[in-house]
């Protein structure tokens, strides 16, 4: 069975840091775009930030860029996002996801992003 794990969420006061892991299980993503989203109570899914299949590119959503840092280790099979300098606004749940094209860039983790799979999703509450 093919899945995608995330953990690391939890509660944090507002300027401080959380890490999220989203470990591979069931098949290898390690030629593939992968990327977080997020979605806040009442609102639809957002792109935070995307990684591409070896790492060489990154792309961020605006509202993240300079506070959020997403990595891979393809060795791990694990993609990781770190988040800093948290505010209340990044409060929501973070989805991991894989892009479905082999050899795909960050950019393809955009609007209209073809995705294999989703993970179960994290909460992240920051606290004002």
Same mark, same amino acid.
């Given at each position: 069975?093919? &899945?995608?794990? %995330?953990?690391?969420?939890?509660?944090? $006061?507002?300027?401080?840091?959380? /890490?999220?892991?989203?470990?591979?299980?069931?098949? !290898? +993503? =390690?030629?593939?775009?992968?990327?977080? +989203?997020?979605?806040?109570?009442? #609102? %639809? /899914? %957002? +792109?935070? *930030?995307?990684?591409?299949?070896?790492?060489?590119?990154?792309?961020? *959503? @605006?509202?993240? #860029?300079? /506070? +959020? !840092?997403?990595? /891979? @280790? =393809?060795? #791990? =099979?694990?993609?990781?996002?770190?988040?800093?300098?948290? #505010?209340?606004? @990044?409060?929501?749940?973070?989805?991991?996801?894989? =892009?479905?094209?082999?050899?795909? !860039?960050? $950019?393809?983790?955009?609007?209209?992003?073809?995705?294999? %799979?989703?993970? &179960?999703?994290? $909460?992240?509450?920051?606290?004002?």
């Amino acid at each position: 069975q093919v &899945q995608l794990v %995330e953990s690391g969420g939890g509660l944090v $006061q507002a300027g401080g840091s959380l /890490r999220l892991s989203c470990v591979a299980s069931g098949r !290898t +993503f =390690n030629g593939y775009a992968m990327g977080w +989203f997020r979605q806040a109570p009442g #609102k %639809e /899914r %957002e +792109f935070v *930030a995307a990684i591409s299949w070896n790492g060489g590119s990154t792309s961020y *959503a @605006d509202s993240v #860029k300079g /506070r +959020f !840092t997403i990595s /891979r @280790d =393809n060795a #791990k =099979n694990t993609v990781y996002l770190q988040m800093n300098s948290l #505010k209340p606004e @990044d409060t929501a749940v973070y989805y991991c996801a894989a =892009n479905r094209r082999p050899y795909s !860039t960050a $950019q393809a983790m955009g609007v209209g992003a073809l995705i294999s %799979e989703w993970g &179960q999703g994290t $909460q992240v509450t920051v606290s004002s």
